[in-house]
């Protein structure tokens, strides 16, 4: 199954920022992507994603921070990137007829979409996290958790083994905590989710999880 693309115009309220969406017919459900820190919406790993996506038959919005559209290296801080991510799931709902919407980021998206869920800037069925950010690398005791305990939401941790910005007993123990939240190792998996020995592109990569991601997003209803 495939949908038909639109680039598209995302009014935020300090600026507009660019988006894909991708409509399926019949989809059951739409869902949000952000891109992680260092690269945007258009990176290999973010098409395949929603690739896989729209092959499962989920329609995808993905978007840009206003950094990423500006050009700038460093990402905005959360007061500057809740509000876009709260803007995307906005047009994402005015485009879904009516569909439930999700929210899916790798690294810092994902982190940045549960801290808007967290803050109430925005309200959405689940969060699917592909490599969640538990804490900088080599520095462990640094845990960006804490604002997780309070959701309620499903959640769906899509995570590598070899993640280096996610300790496996460190994160174990994270998801052990919240009661609606599942994790799934991709086993030998580094934080882009890549394979040692395993030559596969980012787009083949990011496309082998969408399945597990709609699978979830259907089991959730």
């Keep these: ?51 896989g996506l729209a092959a499962e038959g989920l329609s995808t919005l993905r978007f840009n921070f206003a950094y990423m559209d500006a050009g700038r290296r460093l990402p905005d801080r959360a007061p500057k990137a809740l509000p876009v991510w709260s803007a995307a799931v906005d047009e ?62 499903p959640m769906l941790f899509l995570q590598g083994t070899r993640d280096t910005l996610a300790l496996p007993e460190l994160l174990e123990s994270v998801v052990g905590r919240l009661p609606t939240a599942t994790l799934a190792w991709q086993d030998g998996a580094d934080h882009s989710f890549g394979v040692k020995g395993v030559k596969r592109t980012p787009h083949e990569i990011a496309e082998s999880l969408a399945a597990p991601a709609a699978a979830f997003v259907r089991s959730a209803g």
């Design 92 to 153: 994402a709902r005015r485009r879904s007829d009516g569909t439930p919407i999700w929210a899916a980021g790798k690294s810092f998206g994902g982190r940045m979409a549960s801290m808007a869920v967290a803050e109430g800037a925005m309200d959405v069925a689940g969060l699917i996290f592909l490599g969640y950010p538990l804490h900088p690398a080599g520095k462990p005791e640094k845990l960006r958790d804490e604002h997780l305990y309070g959701l309620t939401l």
């Design 1 to 51: 199954m495939s949908g038909r693309s639109e680039r598209i115009s995302i009014p935020a309220p300090e600026g507009d920022v660019s988006g894909v969406v991708t409509l399926v017919d019949g989809a059951d459900a739409m869902v949000v992507v952000a891109h992680g820190a260092g690269a945007g919406m258009d990176h290999p790993f973010m098409v395949g994603f929603c690739d």
